[in-house]
C-alpha cells in the first residue's frame, strides 16, 4: 500500500492558528502553480513506475478554492502518470466557504470520492475568532451537497471561549449532518500565529481544561456510533481513512507541491516552502527537495513504535518481531513494567488504554529513553 499527497498552498485568508505553508495573497499564481504540480508528477512518474497507489489525499491550504477544473486535471494528471488501484481512495480537502453544487459535481465526475470538511467547530463566534472564512450554516449546506457521500468532518477544541457543551454540540452537529468520520485535534499554538498571542496571554483554555473537552468530544461520539481507531480520528464501521491509515503503518507515500513530504524506500524527503523557489525549480527541470534522509534501522523502529501506539490496534507483536528481528516484550521489558497501568498488553499486541489515548505523547517517548 502507498499513497500520494499533493499540496495546494492557496486559501482565501489564513485562519489565526495556521502555520502551513499558505499564500491567501497568491491565489493568482494558481493555473501556473497547478501546471507545475502536473511537471512535478511527470518528473517522478519513471522512478515510482512500479509503484501502486492506493490513496490520493489532495490538501492544502484550501484545494477548493482553486478552479475545480485544475483540481479534475490533477487527479487525470495522477492516474496518467502513476498506477493508482481500482478502488482507488481519492480525498479533498474543503472549506464549506468556498463550495458549490457545481465543484461537488465536478469532483465526484473526475473520481474523487471522500472529501474531508473543515467545520472545526459549530459556534459561530468561535468560527470568527480563529479566522475561519465560513459560518455554520455554511457547513450545514455544505453537508446537503455531500449527502450521500463519503465525507470527514474536522473538529477542533482548545478554542477560546469554547466549553464542553460546545465540543458535544459540533460533534452532533457533524454527525447528524452525514459526516462518517471526525478527526477531532487539540489546537496547537504555534510561535509566529496570531493565536499564540491569545496563548501567551492566557486567553485560551488550560490543559485540564482541553482534556476535559477531548473526553467529553470521545464519549459523545462514541454515543452517536464513531469507533475511535487513532488517537484523534473516529469513524463509522468501515469508514476509516485509508490515506491516514497508510501513514500510520509507516507505509511509503510521495508528495507533490510546495512543502510536501515523501517517505520513499525508507527515505523521508521534503519539498520547499517558498513558492518562488519551487517554480524555479520545477520550471528549471529539476526537482524542489530542500531535505532528504535516510532513516537507519532505529529510526525505523522508534517511528514504527510510535505511530502504531497512536491506534487503536497497537503494535502488532509478530509483525514487530518480523520487522526487526527482536521480541518487542523482550526489548523493552523495563518500559512494559514501568507503564503497565497505562497499557494493554496480550500475548498479541500491546496498546494505550482508551483513557490515556490524550497523553500518549508522554507514553511513547518512555520507550526512547
Known sequence: MAGIYVHIPFCKSKCRYCDFASFPDKICFAESYMACVYREM?????????????????????????????IAMLVAAAKKNFKLSENAEITIEINPGTVSAGKIETYKKCGINRFSVGLQTAIDSQLQDIGRIH????????AK?????????????????????????????AASAGGSHISMYALTPEDGTPV????????????????????????????????RYEVSNFCKKGRE???????????????????????????????TFDLDEYFKCILSGHLAVINREEVDEQGREEEYIMLRLRTSDGIDLDKFKSLFGVGFEEKYKPQLKKLADSLIITDKTVKIKDEYLFVQNSIIVEFFS
Not at 455531500?146 to 460533534?171: C, H, I, P, Y
Request: glycine share 10%; hydrophobic share 35%; proline share 2%.
Open 145 to 173: 451537497l455531500l449527502k450521500g457521500e463519503n465525507f470527514s468532518v474536522d473538529v477542533m477544541t482548545g478554542l477560546k471561549d469554547q466549553t464542553v457543551a460546545d465540543v458535544e454540540r459540533t460533534s452532533e452537529v
Open 241 to 271: 481513512s485509508r490515506h491516514n491509515q497508510n501513514y500510520w503503518q509507516r507505509g511509503e507515500y510521495i508528495g507533490f507541491g510546495v512543502s510536501a513530504s515523501s517517505h520513499i524506500n525508507n527515505i523521508r524527503f521534503t519539498n
Open 135 to 142: 459560518s455554520l450554516n455554511d457547513f450545514l449546506l455544505c
Open 42 to 70: 511527470s518528473m517522478r512518474s519513471a522512478e515510482l513506475k512500479n509503484y501502486t497507489f492506493d490513496t490520493l489525499y489532495i490538501g492544502g491550504g484550501t484545494p477548493s478554492v482553486v478552479d475545480e477544473n485544475y
Open 196 to 227: 499564540y498571542t491569545d496563548y501567551l496571554n492566557g486567553e485560551l483554555p488550560d490543559g485540564d481544561e482541553v482534556a476535559a473537552m477531548y473526553a467529553a468530544g470521545v464519549k459523545k461520539l462514541g454515543s452517536l456510533g464513531f469507533d
